[in-house]
């Protein structure tokens, strides 16, 4: 299990890394974090030319709280973002994200635009950021676009960021004020990619009617998708069980066959979308301060 | 850039407070790095993709995985190994709780173990279980059922406190 | 004749003992300051780096290869083949004998990962980029990765010339089990299926192998469990004598009996002898562990019976076994089969019991030991018949298995399958472990969230640990061995005073070394860590075997005893004649020799050994100037098997309890273990740290096998889970810590009274589990057969219960 061969170089800027890919002609990869592409480089399943190394390009390297939005630069280490007391504060639902990813060994070195760019479905990441409409920056040979995350994310391991491209920032919507968020999954173990999770944000109004609800499904599919039939299902009818019921039944039709492997087949992961849903609903009225009728779980 | 696209590289890095300059492949991971060209053979490597935590090191005093990190990536950098934890013979207060409280049998993942508490220990000198748990969650140990690794940071954590609290009522 | 301390208080000092202390260990210093020479730390002179062409399928002819454009690569020094290998080696040594190959491949492979060439290059990145260069053409076979289906006819078969793909059937009768059933008031019968799991150490299997072509000897520095048989095997295969092979056991980072290494120690010498000698180094990276390496056990089809009368006795065992040994019998696996002989039924009177026994090949890894080696899936499905049982007779599980017990004063006791159980007190281990758990309190608990309809169930377990294997319950599958299983120990005081104790088998993690310097620090009156213990190679250790079967920590205290015990004699008599006295008046106390019954006369040891190594003209006409003493233990009273396989194998029994309360998340399926209580009773505990440790350790291990583990194969022998992300070891937030408790019954058969328990929990915790998943699935009529029981497994179990 050793890399093979390649070049490497040290990006300082944005603009240097965009240059050295077109050089590369989409036979380069960006070396972020390294925590997903240095087992793959290990295990000789990814066999890059060269690697552009962007842990010194010093601009992507922040935090950076305006009005309703985080903006987050690719290369801010997940430990940061984690205890960033500006994404604690604005976005409960990120900051949880953040602290399921791995362990703090992990987090310490693995970056959130690298995370994103992995693009794993089972990712919480990927799923925080379908949830909230996260937006992303791609610099590329003739400036920067934005794509939202419906947009960034393609498929299995698979994003927009074209070869001569290089992930910038994220910009995350904050919490709506007096919303409530859940993120729960089903994992083998604890730190483990989900078999199947949901995140999810309630907004109520004054009334105890649901304003506006969220939900993305992720480890389901090939990329983390949002639950719109349950949405609607939700948006204005009153925060208890029965509808929570409902949108969970929503859900688990919303999806496509969702992928078997050796730890769940499809058909549980399907089961399992509808019982999260549930429970998650159930999270975040509460965490909103709605009371909910209970019931089992 | 500092230096053109290459597969060769010299790497400078701190290790323990000593400098090394070597030239090597860019391909080259840390904890190879560390072990082949540098010799400091305490490091283990466990799983090569980075998930056993047994060649964790500190980077610039943060727990890392060096398997999966380049070494060229760490050029500038200080490294502490296991290496630098003892001082003059005398085991480091984290490595004297670990064999007073049995923290470990085979003793290969230990090293990384030690690292990732250094780590923990240095930033929250009285951690909760649970951020003790949240370290320890992420090395792998197949002889101890971790049980007796819990009672060995809980041990250090105190030991330490205990020094803090010598020097600082000394000072 | 050697004379044995037969418990602690017997040992010649009048200080509080150190034997029976949780002491820190002697080999953790070295440990915890990354010192320790694990083999991969090993850099010689010259060294080569070696990397292994492997067998993408799982079945399928090799019709040519190719080394030409690896052979190009700068750095790359030397190539071999499957060719070379069956010109220059003879197969690997397989149980049952005629089940496996050479270790490369050269005419067909058998299961995905197989070996098929190897080269030597000065980098081990360099080696890797040059064996992506051999091109290996194969023929596809039809594959077989199911036991069932390769015992049945028409089945491609592994071996063609066997005509056959069972390796070993064989069934025992032991006592008229027709007559038990027939007599039977209930019989409770089950199917069980037990997936693969295995060892997976957090070190891999190393070796340095270095061949010197002018002398035509080989040494083999490598993580050698075994390096005695290791040494043995290498001979062997390579037809060379066996006092030219030297293998030197390093520390390594555990075993738990799947350090394999057979194919990756020949095929580097090979390397070394065609690069002129230079040394090989191989280190198995973890893919090549999962995948192909020492790391898989027990893939196991059971069908097994329990007869009982009315009151709830049982009368008769009856186990059908297919286990699945995968593409040859090279790892040993078998053993895992034949061990379950050793405390076939359990903990209790059973009088008449059948094993139906067949092992069969299949195109997927070959099966190895692993801690337990075998008897953890035996016990699971003992146990579940137990409670299948208790809930037909209406009788709680805990007091069925306490009907059953066998009584405390019934030992020694011969179980039908001819092993002999030294002691134990079955009922206070149960009790015990009830107490602790609250038993009463967990069924009140029970009640209260079946009312609110939540699944929480309780798993009460007792089963035997046997300890101290020997050979002669292997021999019935071919394991070559007899009834001598030796472990040696010198002793020796120098010049100084100071005292080294020299052994054949390396640190591992059980720390025996420090049990060593216990014993003699109490026998010789020195402090611990003023005992050098030190490994010798395998020419240099007095006979030995090393750990294995949870014999080490009572072999090498016996062994320990013996030597102190010939040593002493020597001291007394040099001291008799320096004092003189008669050697019958002197006596050793404290590290003195003193004449017994009065002051003042006395001489420390230093001083008599000192005298030895420098005064002849002082000794005793016949004494050697040789202060050192070696004693080879075995067991006693070993004996092969007889015609019916019954045989008296392990020498102790050690006995738990464990009692487990679970949760099962009904619409998700996964399980919470709410409530974990062990009592256990393994005699003497001669370090009470380490025992809890390899409780604790054992633990991790069933609690993984019954709820994580497992090695999953595809259609086409494909593995699915060669990486940590998938085989699925537990972390901190997995393994309960349980409450422990003891019990204390000395073994009769050892000195100090110690009994085996290096492996420990692993034998009872999966049982423990499952049946407690089994207690909350009870009033669905449901029922979990499968391990590890994972959240899939279980929901789907749990769809039957809907309404």
């Known amino acids: 299990m050793k890399p093979p061969p390649f070049e490497y170089g040290v990006a300082e800027s944005v603009g240097e890394a965009v240059a050295l890919l077109q050089r590369y002609d989409g036979e380069a990869r960006v070396l972020a974090g390294g925590q997903s592409l240095v087992p793959l480089l290990n295990m000789r399943l990814a066999r890059p030319a060269a690697l552009i190394d962007l842990n010194r390009v010093r601009e992507l390297d922040f935090v950076r709280a305006s009005g309703n939005t985080i903006t987050i630069g690719a290369m801010t280490r997940q430990r940061s973002v984690e205890r960033s007391p500006d994404?604690?504060?604005?976005?409960?639902?990120?900051?949880?994200?953040?602290?399921?990813?791995?362990?703090?060994?992990?987090?310490?070195?693995?970056?959130?635009?690298?995370?994103?760019?992995?693009?794993?479905?089972?990712?919480?990441?990927?799923?925080?950021?379908?949830?909230?409409?996260?937006?992303?920056?791609?610099?590329?040979?003739?400036?920067?676009?934005?794509?939202?995350?419906?947009?960034?994310?393609?498929?299995?391991l698979t994003t927009a960021i074209e070869p001569d491209e290089v992930l910038t920032e994220i910009a995350w919507p904050a919490l709506s004020p007096g919303a409530g968020w859940s993120l729960i999954e089903v994992a083998r173990r604890h730190g483990d990619f989900a078999l199947a999770g949901v995140a999810a944000t309630l907004t109520p109004d004054a009334r105890g009617r649901c304003a506006e609800a969220r939900i993305a499904l992720f480890g389901v599919g090939p990329t983390a998708l949002r639950a719109r039939g349950a949405e609607r299902t939700l948006t204005g009818a009153a925060l208890e069980g029965g509808v929570f019921d409902e949108a969970a039944v929503s859900a688990e039709r919303e999806i496509d066959e969702p992928p078997s492997d050796v730890h769940a087949s499809g058909e549980y992961r399907r089961h399992l979308v509808g019982v999260l849903t549930r429970r998650a609903l159930r999270e975040a009225a509460a965490r909103a301060g709605v009371a909910t009728s209970t019931g089992v779980a | 850039m500092s230096e053109a696209m290459a597969a060769r590289r010299t790497v400078s890095v701190t290790v323990n407070g000593?400098?090394?300059?070597?030239?090597?492949?860019?391909?080259?991971?840390?904890?190879?790095?560390?072990?082949?060209?540098?010799?400091?053979?305490?490091?283990?490597?466990?799983?090569?993709?980075?998930?056993?935590?047994?060649?964790?090191?500190?980077?610039?005093?943060?727990?890392?995985?060096?398997?999966?990190?380049?070494?060229?990536?760490?050029?500038?950098?200080?490294?502490?190994?296991?290496?630098?934890?003892?001082?003059?013979?005398?085991?480091?207060?984290?490595?004297?709780?670990?064999?007073?409280?049995?923290?470990l049998q085979c003793g290969f993942c230990t090293p990384g173990f030690l690292m990732a508490v250094t780590e923990l220990l240095e930033g929250t000198p009285d951690p909760t279980e649970d951020e003790i748990r949240d370290v320890l969650g992420g090395n792998l140990c197949r002889c101890t059922g971790y049980e007796a690794i819990l009672a060995s940071v809980k041990l250090a954590a105190a030991k330490l406190r205990a020094l803090r609290g010598t020097v600082a009522g000394d000072g | 004749m050697v004379e044995f301390p037969q418990s602690i208080d017997d040992l010649p000092t009048s200080?509080?003992?150190?034997?029976?202390?949780?002491?820190?260990?002697?080999?953790?210093?070295?440990?915890?300051?990354?010192?320790?020479?694990?083999?991969?730390?090993?850099?010689?002179?010259?060294?080569?780096?070696?990397?292994?062409?492997?067998?993408?399928?799982?079945?399928?002819?090799?019709?040519?290869?190719?080394?030409?454009?690896?052979?190009?690569?700068?750095?790359?020094?030397?190539?071999?083949?499957?060719?070379?290998?069956?010109?220059?080696?003879r197969p690997i040594y397989t149980a049952p004998p005629g089940w496996g190959g050479n270790c490369l491949a050269a005419d067909k492979v058998r299961f995905a990962g197989e070996p098929v060439a190897a080269l030597a290059a000065t980098s081990r990145y360099i080696a890797e980029d040059a064996a992506e260069l051999i091109e290996v053409e194969y023929e596809p076979l039809e594959v077989v990765t199911d036991a069932e289906a390769s015992v049945r006819e028409g089945a491609p078969l592994l071996f063609e010339e066997r005509g056959t793909n069972v390796m070993?059937?064989?069934?025992?009768?032991?006592?008229?089990?027709?007559?038990?059933?027939?007599?039977?008031?209930?019989?409770?019968?089950?199917?069980?299926?037990?997936?693969?799991?295995?060892?997976?150490?957090?070190?891999?299997?190393?070796?340095?192998?270095?061949?010197?072509?002018?002398?035509?000897?080989?040494?083999?520095?490598?993580?050698?469990?075994?390096?005695?048989?290791?040494?043995?095997?290498?001979?062997?295969?390579?037809?060379?004598?066996?006092?030219?092979?030297?293998?030197?056991?390093?520390?390594?980072?555990?075993?738990?009996?799947?350090?394999?290494?057979?194919?990756?120690?020949?095929?580097?010498?090979?390397?070394?002898?065609?690069?002129?000698?230079?040394?090989?180094?191989?280190?198995?990276?973890?893919?090549?562990?999962?995948?192909?390496?020492?790391?898989?056990?027990?893939?196991?089809?059971?069908?097994?019976?329990?007869?009982?009368?009315?009151?709830?006795?049982?009368?008769?065992?009856?186990?059908?076994?297919?286990?699945?040994?995968?593409?040859?019998?090279?790892?040993?696996?078998a053993i895992g089969a034949a061990k379950p002989l050793a405390s076939f039924t359990g903990c209790y009177t059973i009088e008449a019991a059948e094993y139906d026994l067949t092992i069969a090949a299949t195109n997927k890894l070959p099966c190895s030991a692993y801690r337990g080696m075998g008897p953890p899936p035996h016990n699971m499905v003992l146990e579940q018949l137990v409670d299948i049982a208790a809930r037909e007779l209406r009788v709680d599980p805990a007091e069925l298995r306490r009907r059953n017990f066998?009584?405390?004063?019934?030992?020694?006791?011969?179980?039908?399958?001819?092993?002999?159980?030294?002691?134990?007190?079955?009922?206070?281990?149960?009790?015990?472990?009830?107490?602790?758990?609250?038993?009463?309190?967990?069924?009140?608990?029970?009640?209260?969230?079946?009312?609110?309809?939540?699944?929480?169930?309780?798993?009460?377990?007792?089963?035997?640990?046997?300890?101290?294997?020997?050979?002669?319950?292997?021999?019935?599958?071919?394991?070559?061995?007899?009834?001598?299983?030796?472990?040696?120990?010198?002793?020796?005081?120098?010049?100084?005073?100071?005292?080294?104790?020299?052994?054949?088998?390396?640190?591992e993690g059980q720390g025996q070394h420090t049990v060593i310097s216990q014993i003699v620090a109490d026998y010789f009156g020195v402090e611990p860590d003023r005992v050098r213990v030190v490994v010798q190679d395998s020419m240099n250790a007095p006979p030995?075997?090393?750990?294995?079967?949870?014999?080490?920590?009572?072999?090498?205290?016996?062994?320990?005893?013996?030597?102190?015990?010939?040593?002493?004699?020597?001291?007394?008599?040099?001291?008799?004649?320096?004092?003189?006295?008669?050697?019958?008046?002197?006596?050793?106390?404290?590290?003195?020799?003193?004449?017994?019954?009065?002051?003042?006369?006395?001489?420390?040891?230093?001083?008599?050994?000192?005298?030895?190594?420098?005064?002849?003209?002082?000794?005793?006409?016949?004494?050697?100037?040789?202060?050192?003493?070696?004693?080879?233990?075995?067991?006693?009273?070993?004996?092969?098997?007889?015609?019916?396989?019954?045989v008296k194998s392990y020498l102790t029994a050690a006995n738990a309890c464990h009692v487990v309360a679970v949760e099962i998340d009904r619409q998700t399926g996964e399980v919470r273990i709410d409530k974990y209580a062990i009592a256990d009773d393994c005699g003497t505990r001669l370090n009470p740290a380490i025992v809890a440790g390899m409780t604790q350790g054992g633990l991790a291990q069933g609690v993984a096998a019954a709820l994580l583990e497992e090695y999953v194969y595809d259609e086409n022998g494909q593995l699915l889970t060669s990486t940590f992300m998938d085989y699925l070891l537990p972390t901190i937030y997995e393994v309960p810590i349980p409450d422990k408790t003891e019990i204390v019954t000395p073994s009769p058969f050892t000195p100090l009274g110690a009994k085996g328990m290096g492996e420990a929990a692993i034998h009872t915790a999966p049982a423990a589990i499952v049946s407690a998943i089994n207690d909350a699935l009870a009033p669905f009529g449901l029922r979990a057969t499968e391990t590890p029981v994972t959240p899939n497994r279980l929901w789907k179990l749990l769809q039957q219960a809907k309404g």
Not at chain 3, 464 to 488: D, H, K, R
């Open chain 1, 87 to 156: 994404v604690q504060r604005q976005n409960a639902l990120l900051h949880a994200a953040t602290q399921n990813i791995g362990h703090p060994q992990i987090r310490n070195r693995g970056t959130m635009g690298g995370s994103l760019a992995h693009a794993h479905p089972a990712s919480e990441y990927q799923a925080a950021a379908v949830a909230l409409d996260a937006r992303f920056t791609l610099a590329g040979p003739s400036g920067t676009r934005s794509v939202d995350a419906a947009e960034f994310f393609v498929t299995y």
């Open chain 2, 18 to 103: 000593v400098a090394h300059e070597r030239v090597i492949d860019a391909r080259l991971t840390l904890v190879d790095f560390l072990r082949g060209e540098l010799g400091m053979t305490g490091t283990h490597v466990g799983c090569e993709h980075g998930l056993c935590g047994a060649c964790t090191v500190l980077l610039d005093g943060q727990a890392v995985r060096s398997c999966i990190l380049l070494a060229v990536q760490a050029d500038g950098a200080a490294i502490t190994t296991v290496e630098g934890l003892a001082t003059g013979g005398q085991l480091h207060p984290i490595q004297e709780a670990f064999m007073e409280a049995h923290g």
């Open chain 3, 15 to 89: 200080m509080p003992r150190w034997v029976g202390q949780p002491i820190p260990r002697v080999e953790d210093r070295s440990l915890l300051t990354g010192q320790t020479e694990f083999v991969d730390n090993i850099t010689l002179p010259g060294m080569l780096h070696c990397a292994i062409v492997r067998s993408p399928y799982a079945h399928a002819r090799i019709k040519s290869v190719d080394v030409s454009a690896a052979a190009k690569v700068p750095g790359v020094v030397a190539i071999v083949t499957g060719e070379d290998a069956r010109r220059e080696t």
């Open chain 3, 168 to 333: 070993y059937q064989r069934k025992f009768v032991w006592g008229d089990v027709d007559a038990a059933f027939a007599a039977a008031d209930h019989v409770v019968t089950e199917r069980f299926r037990w997936h693969r799991v295995g060892a997976n150490p957090m070190e891999t299997f190393g070796v340095v192998s270095q061949w010197d072509p002018i002398e035509g000897t080989l040494t083999c520095r490598g993580s050698f469990q075994v390096q005695g048989f290791s040494a043995t095997g290498a001979a062997a295969t390579f037809g060379i004598p066996l006092n030219k092979v030297r293998f030197i056991a390093q520390p390594h980072g555990g075993s738990f009996g799947g350090k394999g290494g057979q194919r990756g120690t020949t095929i580097t010498t090979m390397l070394s002898r065609k690069s002129g000698g230079r040394p090989v180094k191989w280190i198995e990276d973890r893919i090549e562990y999962l995948s192909a390496g020492g790391g898989q056990a027990w893939d196991r089809h059971y069908e097994a019976s329990l007869a009982l009368t009315k009151d709830g006795r049982m009368t008769g065992l009856r186990v059908r076994l297919l286990d699945d040994l995968g593409g040859s019998a090279e790892g040993y696996g």
């Open chain 3, 406 to 507: 066998i009584p405390k004063d019934a030992f020694p006791y011969v179980i039908p399958s001819g092993n002999e159980y030294d002691s134990g007190d079955y009922e206070a281990t149960l009790d015990a472990a009830l107490a602790l758990a609250d038993y009463a309190g967990l069924r009140a608990r029970q009640d209260e969230a079946r009312r609110d309809g939540r699944l929480f169930g309780i798993g009460v377990v007792s089963t035997i640990e046997p300890g101290v294997f020997n050979s002669n319950v292997y021999s019935l599958v071919g394991f070559p061995g007899g009834t001598a299983q030796p472990e040696g120990v010198t002793l020796g005081i120098d010049l100084f005073g100071t005292i080294t104790a020299r052994v054949g088998f390396a640190h």
């Open chain 3, 544 to 646: 030995g075997y090393g750990p294995g079967g949870s014999r080490l920590g009572v072999a090498v205290s016996a062994a320990t005893l013996g030597a102190a015990d010939r040593l002493k004699d020597k001291l007394i008599r040099v001291a008799a004649k320096l004092m003189e006295a008669n050697p019958a008046e002197v006596e050793l106390m404290d590290g003195k020799l003193r004449i017994k019954g009065t002051t003042g006369a006395e001489m420390p040891i230093g001083q008599v050994a000192a005298t030895m190594l420098t005064r002849s003209d002082l000794l005793p006409d016949d004494m050697e100037p040789n202060p050192q003493a070696t004693y080879v233990w075995t067991a006693p009273g070993r004996t092969m098997p007889d015609e019916s396989g019954r």
